[in-house]
């Protein structure tokens, strides 16, 4: 009897790389936040070159970062009532045709810094309102083969390919044309999303299109289903307690061990910096292959605490070649955690509020990055880096045990009102 091998090809597993939506998320990917990169290199570069002042650029700095504050939450919204491919493909044409204007003005002698801060201010805007689109649209992605913990991991992989790379391409670059004309270079990544967003194959992930109320009102819809998933609310609370600690450690305490205390200067500090963008792309690769599932929790959770850990082994780190492979454990261990949370998010939340819930997550997680950032330069000031550091790993263990004991950990009240948009 001859059996067919038809069901065995079925079964066989097909290359993640060979699938369609999977190659079309890491090129488009690859390509946005390699003009991400560059756009905030080059920012600082220009604004030093017609300043040589400190104070201009790091005003600058801050007209590229004050949209995620303002615009986070509508941004969410936003997202959750209108289809998401359009916003991805229009914002990145939008911020192509901005950045190919700040080259066209530079070129004619018609640009200054505050007209570069507002360039800057206005594709930092359009990037606010894409990040919530593109995470919910993940959703519309999945297929038979790549799932959306897969996806986040290739979209988490580019991430850490273009930090690694794009800082290199833009330093070569400066030294073929003037500094303005990387804005020429960053239009054609940003186009290179437009274009991808174009030959995505999306599905309808969606039970109904939300109905928007205002922002106050549709963000109180979004609390209700935070108040009902436990899992949200642990994702939420300790990511704000974590990111307390991270913001410390990754941009004061360990610049500050490899500069100074270890006596690697500048080349130190790049050292761990490209330790950590390398285990950072290597877990965020082969995190492809896990299936966290319903277990995306555990990931988090265990993520969370190996950060907190390798950077609290820092207090007994004397080199810099062991500051270094902890970091390089810490940019491992973040990959991890960005793909579990993403994960556990599409799990807990239903498609109609994947937006609004996932700028309620990054706001609180960008407050707690400033506030760590700036109280933890006082700190290593007047203690040094390796005490405080020391101390941080400790507080990152503890506290996320913590929020897990009080949300997840806690039985759930039952409710009688259902979550808006679950479907039964």
């Known amino acids: 009897m001859n059996v067919s091998s038809a069901p065995l090809e079925a079964e066989r597993p097909v290359s993640l790389f060979r699938q369609h939506n999977v190659r079309v998320v890491f090129l488009g990917r690859l390509s946005v936040l390699m003009a991400d990169v560059i756009q905030d290199v080059a920012l600082i570069w220009i604004v030093w070159e017609l300043t040589h002042s400190s104070t201009a650029t790091a005003f600058a700095s801050m007209s590229s970062r004050t949209p995620l504050w303002l615009f986070s939450l509508p941004a969410g919204s936003h997202a959750d009532a209108t289809p998401p ?64 913990q897969q996806l986040n991991g290739i979209a988490d992989t580019a991430k850490r390919a273009a930090r690694l790379t794009a800082p290199l391409l833009a330093n070569a670059a400066r030294g073929l044309m003037p500094v303005f004309n990387l804005y020429a270079l960053i239009g054609v990544f940003y186009a290179g999303m437009a274009f991808a967003g174009r030959k995505l194959e999306v599905r309808e992930f969606r039970t109904e299109r939300k109905q928007r109320k205002g922002l106050v009102a549709d963000f109180k819809d979004a609390m209700v289903v935070v108040r009902q998933q436990p899992a949200l609310q642990y994702i939420i609370v300790a990511e704000i307690l974590f990111n307390l600690a991270y913001g410390a450690c990754y941009y004061v ?60 082994f820092m207090y007994f780190a004397t080199t810099l070649p062991m500051v270094i492979l902890l970091t390089a454990m810490a940019g491992a261990s973040m990959a991890i955690q960005n793909i579990a949370l993403w994960s556990a998010i599409h799990v807990a939340c239903p498609p109609e509020h994947s937006g609004r819930v996932y700028s309620i997550w990054r706001l609180g997680a960008d407050m707690a990055l400033t506030v760590s950032t700036l109280v933890a330069g006082v700190i290593a000031d007047a203690f040094g880096p390796s005490l405080p550091i020391g101390i941080i790993g400790i507080y990152v263990f503890f506290s996320i045990l913590i929020a897990r004991r009080f949300t997840v950990g806690r039985q759930p009240k039952p409710s009688s009102t259902p979550v808006a948009g679950a479907t039964p």
């Open 85 to 148: 491919r359009r916003t991805i493909i229009l914002t990145n044409l939008l911020c192509g045709a901005l950045a190919l204007l700040v080259a066209g003005l530079s070129n004619l002698g018609w640009m200054s810094v505050p007209l570069l801060c507002m360039f800057a201010f206005a594709i930092s805007t359009c990037r606010t309102f894409e990040a919530p689109s593109f995470y919910s649209l993940v959703r519309g992605l999945a297929r038979e083969g790549a799932d959306t």
């Open 253 to 312: 305490l360990l610049p500050r061990l490899t500069l100074d205390t270890t006596g690697g200067g500048t080349a130190g500090h790049a050292s761990a910096v490209t330790a950590y963008g390398i285990g950072g792309l290597l877990a965020g690769f082969f995190s492809t292959r896990l299936k966290m599932g319903e277990k995306a929790l555990n990931y988090a959770t265990v993520a969370w605490i190996g950060i907190g850990a390798s950077f609290g």
